[in-house]
């Protein structure tokens, strides 16, 4: 369901030749095959389309797509309040994509009224209040959360996620955080697809510190797969003198890592 909007995100991004090794990566990660019975793998579409009215709004500055955005995001925060940092890494990206303060409130607003018809229009049709939704979900969680270490899920958390989004992937999204990092601190001026990497990483960061996420990590966080392949993708595509070896080598192993979670691992079988 993700790959024709993820495609077209990559590419906005970037070029065809990253999108289409981004789909190509995509179909092969353990976690769409380990949890495929699941409902969660829904949110990685919700992730898609909302990243990508995000990013072609701003490219295009076409403010009815970021609009759709905040639509698409607010429908998926129905399924699940653990898509609320989606909305955040949109607005980080906003903000750092903005080239005035002005545009950013505009920007933001139109994707926070996005948000909030959804919510709007269930509260009035259907009586549902929102507030009184998010409080009963945020104590059912809190009991969850007081019962588990802290500590052990601040390395935990991190590790589940990269460890489903396949080794080989992983690597690939770790050179594209060292990377941008560099870039930064040598004062380059930075594209449009690391104002994205930045949003995501300060937003994970932001949740691993807060010690809400703690349990069950590599599904409920199944949403943000579509980010880790797609600057995996993007640092493939910097081996453009080797760029098919290297490929046919990250599909082989995280072909063969799927394989073993799907014979060794009992998850939702």
Not at 3 to 12: E, F, T, V
Not at 133 to 146: F, G, K, P, Q, V
Not at 166 to 195: K, M
Not at 228 to 233: D, E, G, N, V
Request: hydrophobic share 55%; proline share 3%.
């Amino acid at each position: 369901m993700s790959l024709i909007p993820l495609y077209h995100l990559a590419r906005a991004l970037w070029d065809d030749r990253a999108a289409r090794l981004t789909i190509l990566l995509y179909a092969f990660i353990p976690a769409l095959t380990v949890f495929m019975p699941v409902f969660d793998d829904a949110f990685t579409l919700i992730t898609s389309l909302t990243l990508y009215f995000t990013v072609n709004g701003i490219k295009n500055q076409n403010r009815s797509q970021l609009f759709l955005a905040g639509l698409i995001g607010g429908a998926g925060l129905f399924a699940s309040f653990g898509l609320l940092p989606l909305l955040l890494i949109s607005n980080l990206y906003l903000l750092f994509s903005s080239r005035a303060i002005k545009s950013f409130i505009y920007d933001s607003a139109t994707l926070a009224i996005g948000g909030v018809t959804v919510w709007s229009l269930a509260w009035i049709t259907f009586g549902l209040n929102p507030f009184i939704i998010y409080s009963n979900s945020m104590s059912e969680h809190a009991i969850l959360t007081t019962t588990r270490s802290y500590w052990a899920w601040l390395i935990y958390n991190p590790y589940d996620i990269l460890l489903f989004a396949g080794i080989p992937i992983s690597i690939l999204f770790l050179g594209s955080v060292i990377r941008c990092c560099r870039q930064l601190f040598v004062e380059r001026s930075p594209s449009s697809a690391d104002h994205l990497l930045i949003a995501f990483v300060i937003t994970f960061s932001l949740i691993l510190i807060s010690g809400n996420l703690r349990g069950e990590t590599a599904r409920v966080l199944l949403y943000v797969q579509p980010l880790i392949i797609l600057f995996a993708a993007y640092n493939l595509t910097l081996h453009s003198s080797r760029i098919t070896f290297f490929s046919y080598l990250i599909l082989a192993l995280t072909l063969l890592q799927t394989i073993l979670f799907q014979t060794t691992l009992s998850v939702y079988h």
